[in-house]
């Protein structure tokens, strides 16, 4: 055979090996998606909290992260859903979100190969503000700090900003939500709500932990009586006025003779009872509800 001929089959056998091309596997099964997702309101954003079973597969890449808006009313979620972005982690943080104005949330998780599952249960959760420590002083020893105001919306843009709440004003006006008083017999004080719209009740017949431990505000039972303050005891306030009924949770967290420390959060969407948030290094609970809708 000549060299032409022997360098003519040499090159051909390798244009066949250099052809040859075996189709790797792909594996397009979607990953199970995130058996649960629960929440933490915050003020200006939503703590989101799911099962992590998706993770324990070895082709688990990260999770997605999606929101859309809540209507309250019906108790479904809308149809504009956003993506808010990707982890690997089993928690995300919304944040930078109005206060007062629900939304719904949903998590998927994505393979190495870009497959996305089925997406998690859906979850609504509102983000509301809050206040931690607040000193109010009895009526009889400062009156110009004596009155708790606890949502005043001076621009009407139903938004609660921060110089809009949690005000500490004079106890003799008729505006603020309560005033705290002091027992000329024993040196006990009192929560006297003032404004005529304004309600209030014990949470529980027992101290609660923290501010979170008050999640829902009870649908009855509130009245215009004067209650103990407690150190420790949760209350809730009821509250109706030109813009609607709003619901506030206060826990004293110190009663002296002279005044009243206490951690208080404010619902500043209209008729929602939802009240927990969490700040100051208090103890985190779950709030939200699980719901319906089309993604």
Not at 110 to 117: A, F, H, P, Q, T
Not at 184 to 200: C, E, H, K, N, Q
Not at 248 to 266: N, P
Request: charged share 15%; glycine share 10%; hydrophobic share 40%.
């Amino acid at each position: 055979m000549s060299f032409p001929s022997r360098y003519a089959l040499m090159m051909a056998g390798l244009l066949v090996v250099g052809c040859r091309s075996d189709p790797i596997a792909i594996d397009a099964t979607p990953l199970p998606a995130p058996a649960s997702l629960s929440s933490i309101s915050l003020n200006r954003a939503i703590h989101l909290q799911w099962a992590d079973n998706a993770a324990q597969s070895d082709r688990f890449e990260r999770y997605q992260v999606y929101s859309a808006g809540y209507n309250l009313n019906v108790g479904e979620c809308r149809s504009d859903w956003v993506i808010e972005g990707t982890t690997v982690s089993d928690e995300f943080l919304v944040a930078v979100i109005p206060n007062g104005v629900p939304r719904c949330f949903g998590v998927s998780a994505i393979s190495v190969e870009g497959v996305e599952s089925a997406w998690s249960p859906l979850w609504q959760d509102t983000p509301r503000p809050d206040a931690r420590n607040v000193l109010v002083y009895a009526l009889q020893t400062d009156a110009a700090a004596s009155g708790v105001r606890f949502w005043d919306d001076v621009n009407g843009d139903g938004i609660g900003q921060a110089s809009e709440l949690g005000l500490i004003q004079n106890g003799t006006g008729s505006d603020i939500d309560f005033a705290v008083h002091r027992n000329a017999a024993d040196s006990t004080l009192w929560v006297v709500p003032v404004f005529a719209g304004t309600s209030v009740r014990f949470y529980d017949a027992a101290p609660v932990a923290d501010l979170t431990s008050i999640d829902f505000a009870p649908a009855s039972g509130y009245g215009r009586d004067s209650l103990l303050a407690r150190p420790g005891y949760g209350y809730v306030f009821e509250i109706v006025d030109g813009s609607g009924l709003h619901y506030a949770g206060l826990r004293a967290t110190h009663v002296g003779r002279q005044y009243l420390i206490f951690d208080f959060s404010v619902q500043t969407d209209p008729g929602n009872p939802e009240l927990v948030v969490i700040g100051g290094g208090g103890i985190a609970g779950v709030t939200g509800a699980q719901v319906t809708g089309a993604k």
